[in-house]
């Protein structure tokens, strides 16, 4: 079984246009005044949008595989390494994009564009990592599946 999603970050995009359409604007009243060594550093949200305005997660006997925007900023988990995984929901205010978190349990590393919702993968190592997604049911059989075909290929060994 393979599970391929790609979630779009409505909040992030929202806010990025916002403020790459205003720093569009301030970049051209620079421009006017001769400051052209203003624009990279302006349009830098457009960037910024590229590459967090979305979330694709894979998931396969071989791992699970997180990748932001065009694939350059991503995590790839070898199935081997994952021990078990939950469901959890976790407060707004923890933001977007890749962040740090921890909550009485203990802490890991948290990719998300959306919502309240992840899946939390709790490694080999004791380390955890949560994958955050507007699907969180689908991606937690996808990996608990691909755990199962993983447990079921080494019995068979």
């Given amino acids: ?17 916002f403020t790459a359409i205003l720093d569009g604007a301030i970049a051209i ?5 001769g400051m ?7 349009m830098a949200p457009v960037f910024i949008l590229l590459l967090f ?5 894979r998931v396969n006997v071989g791992g699970v595989d997180v990748r932001f925007g065009p694939g350059w900023i991503g995590k ?3 199935m081997r390494d994952i021990q078990s995984a939950k469901v959890v929901t976790y ?4 933001g977007y994009g890749i962040r740090f978190w921890g909550d009485a349990e203990g802490s890991g590393w948290l990719y998300n564009v959306d919502g309240d919702k992840a ?3 709790k490694l080999q190592d004791g380390s955890r ?4 997604t507007d699907e969180p049911e689908l991606l937690l059989a996808a990996v608990e599946s691909a755990l199962a075909a993983r447990d079921d290929v080494n019995l068979d060994d």
Avoid: C, D, N
């Avoid at 079984?1 to 246009?17: C, N, P, S």
């Avoid at 052209?36 to 302006?42: A, K, R, S, V």
């Avoid at 407060?91 to 923890?94: A, E, G, H, N, Y």
């Avoid at 990592?129 to 955050?132: E, K, L, M, P, V």
């Fill in 1 to 17: 079984m393979e599970y391929k999603h790609t979630q779009f970050g409505r909040v992030i995009v929202g806010a990025l246009l």
């Fill in 29 to 33: 009243s620079l421009s006017l005044h």
């Fill in 36 to 42: 052209h060594w203003m624009w990279p550093l302006l």
């Fill in 53 to 57: 305005s979305t979330l694709t997660v």
């Fill in 76 to 78: 790839t988990i070898p």
């Fill in 91 to 94: 407060p707004w205010i923890t």
């Fill in 119 to 121: 899946v939390e993968l």
């Fill in 129 to 132: 990592f949560r994958i955050g």
